[in-house]
């Protein structure tokens, strides 16, 4: 269970955290492939901090 105040917020904010780093690496180094685990390892980590970070006490 999820305690979210504002979902459009919430919503915006997991988006950014899967998007962000790996977006950037694209853009800056387009010659430096991103591999399946690499993408999969980063949406893990994003998606466990932000359930952390909504998670009900």
Known sequence: MLDVDDA?????LLIEMIKGRLHIKAVLLPNEPISEQEVQ?????????FL????TA
């Open 41 to 49: 390892e980063h949406v893990d980590k994003a998606v466990a901090r």
């Open 52 to 55: 952390k970070a909504y998670a």
């Open 8 to 12: 459009e917020f919430a919503a915006k």
